[in-house]
């Protein structure tokens, strides 16, 4: 399978805004979703937001809404993460994922078929 590849992070002071892009180059008509995943180290890889190819569903989790809008470009297959008013804890290794099918649990890494590398995003304080 084709790994979307994600690009965007970087260092950012606590306040401070990052837009993270993924490239789903994988994109079929059918294809159902992407999401946002993050990784802190010693930590498990938490859901951050997903959105569907269709229509206007989005989901995000309660750690970030009001704060981070994700959004999407069909025609250039591209998802992105707009992340506003950036604190310390949302630093982490940002991974963007294909969901492929509707599935039943959006907060699931399981229910995704393809995963970016990752981008670091760092957070001062």
């Known amino acids: 399978q084709v790994q979307p590849v994600e690009s965007g992070g970087g260092l950012v002071q606590a306040g401070g805004s990052l837009r993270l892009s993924c490239v789903d180059s994988?994109?079929?008509?059918?294809?159902?979703?992407m999401a946002w995943f993050r990784q802190a180290p010693g930590k498990e890889r938490d859901f951050v937001a997903g959105?569907?190819?269709?229509?206007?569903?989005?989901y995000y989790a309660d750690s970030v809404k009001g704060r981070f809008t994700i959004s999407k470009d069909n025609a250039k297959n591209t998802v992105y993460l707009q992340m506003n008013s950036l604190k310390p804890e949302d630093a982490a290794v940002y991974y963007c994922?294909?969901?492929?099918?509707?599935?039943?649990?959006?907060?699931?890494?399981?229910?995704?078929?393809?995963w970016g590398q990752g981008t670091q995003v760092t957070v001062s304080s």
């Open positions: 994922a294909t969901r492929r099918f509707a599935g039943t649990n959006w907060l699931r890494p399981t229910e995704y078929e393809s």
């Open positions: 994988g994109r079929t008509g059918s294809s159902f979703g």
């Open positions: 959105i569907r190819w269709s229509g206007i569903g989005s």
